[in-house]
């Protein structure tokens, strides 16, 4: 069975830093196979796209609000997605979901994990 769980939120002062982690387990597929993103939520509105990492040539793309503060990368030995945030600000404040697909049409869906930024 397939599982993503994230780790790594909490509460941070605005211009603070924190680092989600992603760890998957019992994929069907070599994990450097899988494109991973990371998506974000607010109550009321929809899920946003923050950034995502491309297989094999880790080619990266992020949301314009993220753009020079966020950073996605990869670890394939510990099965592992991070998302490091720099510059936090209150609109930065949800709850950050990874996604893996892959091949055949896969997709799974970690749990969540909370972020709150504010003073």
């Known amino acids: 069975q397939v599982q993503l769980v994230e780790s790594g939120g909490g509460w941070v002062q605005p211009g603070g830093s924190l680092r989600l982690s992603c760890l998957a387990s019992g994929l069907t597929f070599s994990f450097g196979s899988y494109v991973a993103t990371w998506y974000r939520q607010v109550p009321g509105k929809e899920r946003e796209l923050v950034a995502r990492i491309n297989p094999y040539s880790d080619r990266t793309t992020y949301a314009d609000s993220v753009k020079g503060r966020f950073t996605i990368s990869r670890d394939n030995a510990k099965n592992t997605v991070y998302l490091q945030m720099n510059g936090l600000k209150p609109e930065d404040t949800a709850v950050y979901y990874c996604?893996?697909?892959?091949?055949?049409?896969?997709?799974?869906w970690g749990q969540g994990t909370q972020v709150t930024v504010s003073s």
């Open positions: 996604k893996f697909n892959g091949l055949q049409a896969s997709e799974y």
